[in-house]
């Protein structure tokens, strides 16, 4: 594998269709089974040669993200560099145009693509999703790697699999300004011994794929939506449009999803949702990769 100079990689939305919870080991980590796919929206990362590492953040959503060594794409970057021997450093520049803290794994997916463009540089061997240095990231950021691909996520988030092809769709993302810290949602979880997904039928069309996830589960929403009624009545406007197939939360909140049929309709649904709460996060996006 051959260095470049410069390399750019775009950091997709993670969307959990569904989140099932299945169980909790003894070291306190939740099971979970869930399909994850990805949306046609996302940050920007860019990535130099460098004698040291560091990282600039701007674009919408910049105010807040650490530039220090809390940051998971200079923590993902050493990381690649430890394991792989590499002695260059690299500048990179992350464009935020996902919220981070919204349940859609913005800051894992800026890690997965800085593994990716930061092997490119160095020229060194990416590291594997299953990497005991990707994993030690977040139970994210394995899923992440495997982008633009729908995935089905379940373990702790370290066993992946592939889905049956999906039907083409768009989505609407939407987040309310409000936020739903993961370990206190699963505080409030009324059981953590769920059942898992029924399996995914191959060969869906759009309408039976919504029907499909419409059965499915996420079992973090209820408790999201008892600390932040916001998620609630983002689902329950979007359930309410005659253009939405399916609705539902992602990962653990705030932001929420609609599933609808193209782009188009994406377009007309989110800019109802746009009108109406004007402070609120909206993005018609394409499910990407398919399966």
Not at 13 to 26: E, F, I, M, P, S
Not at 52 to 64: E, H
Not at 70 to 90: D, F, I, P, S, Y
Not at 116 to 135: F, K, N, Q, R, S
């Amino acid at each position: 594998m051959w260095p470049v100079a410069t390399s750019n990689a775009a950091a997709p939305a993670k969307v959990n269709l569904t989140l099932h919870v299945t169980g909790q080991r003894d070291d306190g980590y939740h099971l979970l089974d869930s399909l994850v796919v990805f949306a046609g929206v996302a940050d920007q990362l860019t990535a130099t040669v460098a004698p040291d590492l560091r990282i600039s953040v701007n674009g919408p959503f910049s105010t807040g993200v650490p530039t220090n060594h809390t940051n998971l794409v200079l923590r993902a970057a050493e990381n690649l560099r430890r394991t792989r021997g590499v002695t260059k450093g690299a500048a990179i520049t992350l464009e935020k145009h996902l919220p981070h803290a919204a349940g859609i794994g913005s800051g894992s997916s800026d890690a997965a693509a800085a593994l990716g463009l930061l092997a490119e540089i160095w020229g060194v061997a990416p590291l594997p999703a299953t990497a005991d240095e990707v994993l030690a990231l977040g139970a994210d950021v394995p899923v992440c790697m495997r982008n633009p691909a729908p995935t089905r996520m379940s373990g702790i988030g370290d066993i992946l699999s592939p889905v049956p092809l999906l039907p083409d769709c768009a989505m609407v993302l939407v987040r309310p300004p409000v936020e739903v810290p993961t370990a206190v949602v699963f505080k409030g979880l009324a059981s953590k011994t769920g059942t898992p997904m029924t399996p995914i039928p191959d060969g869906m069309d759009f309408k039976a794929f919504a029907q499909w996830l419409s059965a499915q589960r996420n079992d973090m929403a209820a408790p999201a939506c008892l600390l932040a009624p916001d998620i609630g009545a983002a689902i329950a406007q979007l359930r309410a449009s005659p253009h939405v197939a399916a609705a539902g939360m992602s990962g653990s909140g705030a932001t929420c999803f609609a599933l609808v049929k193209d782009m188009a309709t994406a377009r007309q649904v989110a800019r109802v949702i746009q009108l109406s709460h004007m402070g609120w996060w909206v993005a018609p996006a394409e499910l990407l990769g398919r399966g």
